[in-house]
């Protein structure tokens, strides 16, 4: 049963890996919203492995406060997010 844990924790980590790249590499902003939103989903998955393999139920409450705060933070950014191609008033021709 420890390959089964160690195979899990490889592909967290894989996964991890792979998203901060598009964190850094994204671009532009709702890429980076996207990657973050993985992250934290990797996280939460990370957390919940823990607690099957520990049998620990505690970090349950996290899991749950962290997907609440995560999900507040999304729908904030994306309702307040400036686009990323402003129009700049003084070049006619640039922009969207």
Not at 43 to 66: N, P
């Amino acid at each position: 049963m420890s390959l089964v844990w160690q195979i899990a924790a490889v592909l967290l980590i894989a996964a991890a890996t792979v998203t901060m790249y598009r964190l850094l590499a994204g671009p532009n902003t709702l890429d980076r919203l996207v990657a973050v939103d993985t992250l934290v989903a990797v996280t939460m998955c990370a957390l919940a492995a823990w607690a099957a393999y520990s049998l620990d139920s505690t970090v349950l409450y996290g899991i749950v406060a962290l997907s609440l705060i995560s999900f507040l933070g999304s729908v904030s950014v994306t309702r307040f997010r400036v686009p990323d191609t402003a129009v700049d008033p003084q070049e006619p021709g640039r922009g969207r």
